[in-house]
């Protein structure tokens, strides 16, 4: 046995070793060639996605630091699929997969190796973009892609729809910002864009990151709430057109806090839904407004239902429990769902309202006049009622084209065997309007405002006239 200490020299290996010493060379050198090649080929491997085979959020790291210059800009878009997991969870991981890999080639498609594209995981890309005008040019690709993504995309023998929401941050020319910052920044700006609507793509903005600080002292605060018992219930009646009597009453909900200031819906219900407080909160509105409309014989209750509980699973079997629970005769509640609840995922929408229809409980299209509710989308769904937004009824009263848009909605619902509900009504002439037009039920402060459950019985089977609307009720906030 030869023993190679650390000063062994070549000479003396080849001395040792005779012929063999070129073999032994050409053997080592092969080696470290194969070697290098499977180095590479780690390396490689560590930096893709093995679903889309894009980079990942390792390349993404590594490409920012190394693109950072003083003499350009660089800019990174972060984009996050809204309803990627109720696709994932209805219709499996393999379709979900297909979905991501369609997605990724839609990206590609729109940036034409303009700009970088990642995966970072889950259902978030990425893209990135240098050079001049870095910011303006990604902006437009981002637009592109929300707009394309609004539309269905065809999976296989089914046509899907997403949508996607996305953050944008920028390294200006000497700024320096870190990679993790960059991703910071985009992702805090992504978020926002969630919070404004989906659908949308936000530059990242420094009240941002004030405004996420205060958010999370809601949503803790939220939490108390509902442990504590800080929410309350109130009701607003509807009257019957012709007879001018109680027919229903909406539930409405409000949040006083200890410290005596009321919270409005528009900011804890955004809050909640981002945070999926909103499906406890959704749900003890249910069992309370239940409750409380136990005594009140033949009058119906209207529930405002949220997007983000109509897109739970699980929400039809918790109402089947809540009915049960507290005696409620299930064909006097009605559900009131905006037009927003149904676009953001139809399937699995109409799956739940079918559902629930099965208990007998009805459901009521809110806020017609707002959004783009076409023919089709209202034979899709089946309503029952349709309750015609506040706006428009006060558009009506003013504007010639307003009031035709008004009688011919009311003409469309009668045709289709849904009720008319006017909602927001205040005068005695938008009253008198409205029950010309075929309106069936009148809601608004020229009668009641919301109030107490406590104080509802007593105008129940009584005519009530026009001058109750001198009512003191409290105005009261939907629960979404």
């Given amino acids: 046995m030869v023993l190679?200490?650390?000063?062994?020299?070549?000479?003396?290996?080849?001395?040792?070793?005779?012929?063999?010493?070129?073999?032994?060379?050409?053997?080592?050198?092969?080696?470290?060639?194969?070697?290098?090649?499977?180095?590479?080929?780690?390396?490689?491997?560590?930096?893709?996605?093995?679903?889309?085979?894009?980079?990942?959020?390792?390349?993404?790291?590594?490409?920012?630091?190394?693109?950072?210059?003083?003499?350009h800009e660089v800019a990174l878009g972060i984009v996050d699929l809204d309803g990627f997991k109720t696709i994932n969870d209805h219709y499996g991981h393999e379709l979900g997969d297909a979905m991501l890999r369609a997605v990724s080639k839609i990206i590609g498609e729109i940036c034409d190796n303009d700009a970088i594209i990642y995966r970072?995981?889950?259902?978030?890309?990425?893209?990135?973009?240098?050079?001049?005008?870095?910011?303006?040019?990604?902006?437009?690709?981002?637009?592109?892609?929300?707009?394309?993504?609004?539309?269905?995309?065809?999976?296989?023998?089914?046509?899907?729809?997403?949508?996607?929401?996305?953050?944008?941050?920028?390294?200006?020319?000497?700024?320096?910002?870190?990679?993790?910052?960059m991703l910071r920044r985009a992702d805090v700006a992504m978020y926002a864009s969630k919070r404004g609507g989906k659908m949308r793509c936000s530059w990242f903005n420094e009240a941002f990151d004030r405004s996420r600080e205060q958010i999370k002292r809601l949503d803790e605060e939220l939490r108390q709430a509902l442990t504590t018992n800080q929410f309350r219930m109130h009701y607003q009646p509807l009257v019957d057109a012709e007879t001018r009597e109680i027919v229903a009453v909406e539930s409405l909900m409000r949040w006083e806090r200890p410290d005596g200031q009321t919270v409005g819906p528009a900011t804890f219900i955004p809050v909640a839904e981002e945070s999926g407080l909103i499906n406890p909160i959704g749900l003890w509105v249910l069992r309370q407004a239940c409750c409380d409309a136990l005594e009140w014989h033949d009058v119906t209750l209207s529930v405002n239902i949220s997007a983000a509980q109509l897109r739970n699973p699980e929400f039809p079997i918790q109402l089947g429990h809540i009915l049960e629970e507290t005696g409620f005769d299930p064909e006097r509640l009605e559900l009131e769902i905006t037009e927003t609840c149904l676009v953001l995922d139809p399937i699995v929408a109409e799956r739940s309202l079918n559902l629930i229809r099965g208990f007998g409980v009805r459901v009521a299209l809110d806020d017609f006049g707002t959004g783009y509710a076409s023919i089709g989308f209202l034979r899709q769904f089946r309503f029952e009622k349709l309750k015609i937004d506040r706006s428009l009824i006060m558009q009506a009263s003013e504007d010639e084209s307003s009031r035709a848009m008004m009688l011919s909605s009311i003409t469309m619902a009668q045709?289709?065997?849904?009720?008319?509900?006017?909602?927001?009504?205040?005068?005695?002439?938008?009253?008198?309007?409205?029950?010309?037009?075929?309106?069936?039920?009148?809601?608004?402060?020229?009668?009641?405002?919301?109030?107490?459950?406590?104080?509802?019985?007593?105008?129940?089977?009584?005519?009530?006239?026009?001058?109750?609307s001198g009512f003191k009720g409290d105005q009261g906030v939907k629960a979404a």
């Fill in 415 to 468: 045709a289709m065997n849904m009720s008319v509900t006017a909602e927001g009504v205040e005068t005695r002439e938008q009253a008198d309007m409205v029950r010309a037009a075929g309106c069936d039920q009148i809601q608004g402060w020229l009668y009641f405002r919301a109030m107490p459950a406590q104080e509802i019985k007593q105008y129940l089977g009584t005519k009530i006239e026009d001058a109750m």
């Fill in 4 to 71: 190679l200490g650390p000063y062994f020299g070549i000479a003396s290996l080849r001395a040792v070793l005779g012929g063999g010493f070129i073999a032994l060379i050409s053997s080592i050198g092969g080696f470290a060639i194969l070697g290098l090649r499977h180095v590479r080929r780690i390396e490689r491997l560590s930096s893709s996605d093995s679903l889309t085979s894009l980079p990942n959020r390792r390349a993404l790291h590594r490409d920012i630091t190394s693109l950072m210059s003083d003499q």
């Fill in 120 to 181: 970072l995981g889950g259902d978030e890309f990425a893209i990135l973009k240098t050079g001049d005008l870095a910011g303006t040019l990604l902006e437009g690709h981002c637009r592109r892609i929300i707009e394309r993504l609004a539309k269905s995309i065809k999976i296989e023998e089914r046509r899907l729809s997403l949508g996607a929401s996305i953050g944008l941050s920028r390294n200006a020319p000497g700024q320096e910002l870190t990679s993790s910052e």
